[in-house]
């Protein structure tokens, strides 16, 4: 069988032998993807915690990791907007006063997104 064949065959999925699969992985380089912050926790949450939904996920589980990401990264935009403008973090003048802010604000954001998003099994 030749390269072109197998390559379709393989894309239709029509049932593959052991002699084409071990063909298969020499000429099909797997795509490695990269993953921001949330998207990678998730991965790791799903593989270790959530392995049924993980293989269900399948072909999908980069877009999913992905919206992941960009979900994060809104949330993280709308909650810091939000924040901001509350009287609890707004910026004092004082150097140490608004670092503490900051860093609580950023906090709370973050188990927001972790909460929400990345740890769910839903």
Do not use: C, F
């Not at 490695?32 to 790791?44: D, I, M, P, R």
């Amino acid at each position: 069988m030749d390269r072109e064949e197998l390559l379709r065959k393989a894309d239709s999925d029509e049932g593959l032998t052991v002699e084409e699969i071990i063909e298969y992985r020499k000429i099909a380089k797997p795509v490695h993807h990269v993953y921001g912050k949330y998207g990678t926790l998730a991965k790791q949450y799903l593989e270790q915690h959530a392995v049924g939904k993980y293989w269900a996920l399948g072909g999908d589980l980069p877009e999913y990791l992905h919206g992941i990401d960009k979900a994060a990264d809104t949330l993280y935009e709308t909650m810091y907007e939000k924040l901001s403008l509350s009287e609890r973090y707004k910026r004092t003048g004082n150097y140490i006063e608004d670092v503490r802010r900051i860093t609580e604000m950023r906090r709370l954001i973050e188990e927001e997104i972790l909460t929400e998003l990345v740890y769910v099994n839903g």
